[in-house]
Structures are given as C-alpha cells and as structure tokens.
C-alpha cells in the first residue's frame, strides 16, 4: 500500500484486509485526549492543506483560486487536488486485533460516511450509553467489510464487536497527532511539491 503523503514516514499504516467480517480494529484515544478520531483535509497527492486544517495560508488553495479566477472548472481543480473536495480523510490511533504485535496503527479512510456511521455506532440504542470504544477493560472493537476490488474501495458493514479486555501495554504507543503523525509541510515545502506536480502559472 502507498504510504500517504500527510503522515510522516515511518509511522505505520493500516492495511485494509479484503474480506466479510475480515477487519477488527480497537481504537486508540488520541495522547492527552479522550478523542479517538480527528479529520485531516488533504490536497491529494501533494499534503495536508494549511489553511483549512491550521487557518495558515496555504500555496495550493491560493493556486486554485488563482485559477478559479481565470475561468478553470471546479471539478477539474478538484480532480488534479488543488481544491479541497467535500470529504476530508478520517484518522484514529488503532490496534489490529488480528495482529496485535504489530502495535499501534494509523486507520485513514475517506470522510463523512464513516465518521458517521461510527458516531452512530457509539451510542447504544436501547440505552442511550455511549460505548467505551478505547477502554483497555469494557472496550468495543469496529469489525467491517472491505474489498479493495470494488469501484469504491471502503469500510462496510460497520459493526460492534461484544466487550473485550486488550493489553494495557499495547497503549504505551500512543501518540500525538500534531506532534508525532501528521506530515505538516511548511508554505514552502508544499509550494515546491505543487511546483514539481504541476508548473504555478
């Protein structure tokens, strides 16, 4: 699998197994956070945006609209990464049940959808609780579906596994998110990037 640009390297990436029932993942609360689940808006292909994830000026949002202005179409910009498009990625800290050893993970899917199927996940329906996804104890596992085949490769079937214990030491390697996992490029590193992808006009 292709490592994405917007995680630093080094830092390991979940990858997806093709099955039923073939994926079953724990969630990791984000380090000094009770959240376990964080967008992050790319430019695909070139990074992280600037402006839209830190409100810091960002060289490709300012090429896109360099050419917006110029007459160039929406979904072409879109299409090459210059413009953001509507679904940011979904990042979490996890632990691959079915390969435990291998410690803590980046999950990174595509956006909404599954942001909310998990929310709604995260709330029992017949009591209104919401479900300690992270706890190393009473913790839930997310098992779902994926088949790298298909036309839109995703997380389906989204579902909750029964409570479960997990290792507390495999939460040793929590990390930061800022800090540790995400590839954030200066106005200038992700100016060149851009340059080298497609000449700024």
């Known amino acids: 699998m292709k490592e994405p640009t917007y995680v630093k390297p080094g830092i390991p990436v979940y990858s997806h197994r093709d099955g039923k029932g073939a994926n ?5 609360a984000w380090k000094d956070s009770l959240d376990f689940i964080r967008r992050l808006w790319i430019h695909p292909g070139l ?3 600037l402006n839209r994830n830190w409100n810091e000026p960002c060289p490709v949002c300012e090429e896109a609209k360099r050419q917006l202005d110029q007459g160039t179409g929406y979904r072409k910009l879109v299409r090459e990464g210059l ?7 979904i990042l979490a800290q996890i632990i691959d049940r079915n390969d435990e050893e291998t410690g803590v993970q980046i999950w990174d899917v595509a956006g909404s ?5 998990i929310m709604n996940l995260s709330v029992h329906k017949e009591y209104g609780l919401i479900i300690p996804w992270t706890d190393p104890n009473y913790g839930y596992d997310l098992i779902y579906d994926y088949d790298s085949r298909s036309d839109d490769p995703k997380p389906r079937n989204l579902r909750r596994s029964w409570q479960s214990k997990l290792n507390k030491g495999l939460y040793d390697g929590v990390m930061d998110f800022d ?3 995400i590839n954030r490029l200066t106005h200038a590193e992700l100016a060149t990037i851009c340059v080298a992808r497609r ?3």
Do not use: M
């Open 47 to 49: 990074g992280a945006c």
């Open 83 to 89: 413009l953001l498009g509507k679904t940011p990625r």
């Open 113 to 117: 959808e599954i942001e909310i199927a």
């Open 24 to 28: 079953r993942v724990r969630f990791l």
């Open 199 to 201: 000449p700024l006009k």
């Open 179 to 181: 800090e540790e996992i």
